[in-house]
């Protein structure tokens, strides 16, 4: 049993040398300013978390870390009594109690509970589409706004660390996270990369809230491959993408759908190079899933996209 289980991933966490410019990328991508202190940046979804992305300015960019909701204070108590620490009051804008601590490969881990809900934002509904074999929308135009994806939420960050090993066996045996797909290179008994959803039992959960592994020819020191936001749907992921496309912004790869997770996905730069993914329509998983392990490969990053470039792999 591990010692909780988080339910979500609350936010990342970054430093970058210029939180404008930050700033004006995230609202580009999506997001919406939830607060701004003279030194740190924090933005929000349309959903009810009140921010999903902390910028520090500071002199370098990178990823610091990330927050992580636990179900309830009893389990940050749990926590923080296993890990030898205290609970805090959290001083940032949302406030509740906070647990810190630091992952095996140098990440920041804040456990939070009792935070301050926002109040969504609205949106348009996702769209009922008129398929060749369903037809959803007897009556009816779609007309859709332009501008911005409807980022709804925070779902899943990808860390690369140097060993696999320990760094799992903390977010599995601590923070409760369970494998729902595994990778290995060529030793089919050494897993080396893992997709990992909240272990909630039989409430369904996102099929990877985190995944974490080392990549292909390994790497020295862990830092974030990329962090991805749920999107309202796939009319609302390309519409997006047009509008990145035509502020100018770094494309990546896509749009496409994974392989593990199912996602429609599409992904981009920030201005610090940072990879950021715009999802929809992942899988959902329980505790009845069953995991697969296969070897790590190019072609099982998507079912169809198109071709993989080396910019994907910075
Ligand atoms: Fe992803």
């Not at 935070?115 to 060749?132: D, G, K, M």
Request: glycine share 10%; hydrophobic share 40%; charged share 20%.
């Amino acid at each position: 049993m591990p010692v909780i289980a988080v339910e979500d991933i609350a936010y990342v966490r970054f430093e970058a040398p210029d939180l404008e410019l930050m700033e004006r990328f995230l609202i580009d991508f999506g997001l919406v300013r939830a607060a701004r202190t003279a030194d740190t940046l924090y933005m929000r979804g349309k959903g009810s978390a009140p921010y999903v992305h902390i910028t520090h300015q500071g002199p370098t960019a990178r990823g610091i870390g990330l927050g992580l909701r636990a179900q309830s204070s009893a389990d940050l108590q749990r926590l923080a009594d296993h890990l030898g620490t205290g609970v805090e009051d959290s001083p940032e804008p949302a406030g509740g109690q906070v647990v810190r601590c630091t992952d095996p490969a140098g990440f920041r881990v804040e456990v939070l509970c009792g935070q301050t809900l926002a109040e969504p934002l609205a949106v348009r509904p996702s769209h009922q589409l008129n398929a060749a074999d369903v037809r959803r929308r007897p009556q009816g135009a779609v007309r859709t706004a332009g501008g911005p994806s409807q980022v709804m939420r925070l779902g899943h960050a990808v860390l690369f660390v140097p060993d696999f090993e320990p760094v799992f066996d903390f977010y599995h045996q601590v923070l409760g996270l369970r494998i729902s797909d595994s990778l290995h290179m060529q030793d089919p008994e050494k897993t080396t990369f893992a997709f990992l959803h909240c272990g909630l039992g039989a409430r369904y959960t996102d099929h990877h809230t985190l995944a974490l592994g080392t990549p292909p020819g390994g790497i020295e020191s862990a830092r974030f491959d990329h962090v991805a936001y749920e999107v309202l749907d796939l009319e609302d992921l390309q519409a997006g993408h047009a509008h990145l496309k035509a502020g100018g912004w770094r494309h990546s790869w896509g749009v496409g759908r994974h392989v593990l997770g199912s996602q429609l996905f599409d992904y981009w730069r920030d201005p610090f190079g940072h990879k950021v993914e715009h999802w929809t329509d992942g899988d959902l998983v329980n505790d009845q899933h069953q995991p697969s392990h296969g070897p790590l490969q190019l072609e099982g990053l998507s079912q169809w996209a198109p071709p993989l470039t080396p910019e994907f792999f910075e």
